[in-house]
């Protein structure tokens, strides 16, 4: 009964390597963590003015004209300046379901026309932005509120977060 149990070597599944991408210096690296800085300010700060409008309305029954206004112009700032640099990282919400289950040159494929809509709205965007902002420069269009904001200034973040890409 010299059966002898000798246990076999399990192969181990081998290590993902991580993924080398190119070095961030110099503008991309001063420029994105720029961005993402003044945007989160921005966003921080149009938190901060929906709060203050909040307790105020509750606390002392009290409503600033400028409170609805300046939280909206500087979200929709906050959004546009880190759509160039979320593009360039690759943290954009895509859904893989679907392409998850082709095959490697559809799936390369389906990329590379996802890819290609992309880059077709942005210069879209950048060039259905660019009269908008002429429009409300010439016309001289002002703010609804007692902000007196010049319009064109606030839609300016369209061509300029477009061209932040």
Partial sequence: MGIEYV????AHAPVPQPVLRPA???????????LHNVSTCLFLVSIAVMLFEGLSRAIFDVS???AEESVRYLMVWAFFLTLGVTGRA??????????????PRLRK??????SLV??????????ASLPQ???YYTMGMMTESNLDLPVWLLF??????????
């Fill in 109 to 114: 494929t389906c990329h590379l026309l996802a």
């Fill in 7 to 10: 246990p076999t070597k399990k």
């Fill in 133 to 135: 902002v002429h429009r």
């Fill in 156 to 165: 300016l973040i369209m061509p300029l977060g477009r061209c932040c890409t």
């Fill in 118 to 127: 992309g880059i077709a709205f942005c210069g879209l965007l950048f060039y």
């Fill in 90 to 103: 690759g943290h954009h919400i895509r859904t893989e379901l679907l392409v998850d289950h082709l095959g």
């Fill in 64 to 66: 600033w004209f400028w």
């Fill in 24 to 34: 961030r210096t110099g503008w991309r690296l001063l420029g994105s963590r720029a």
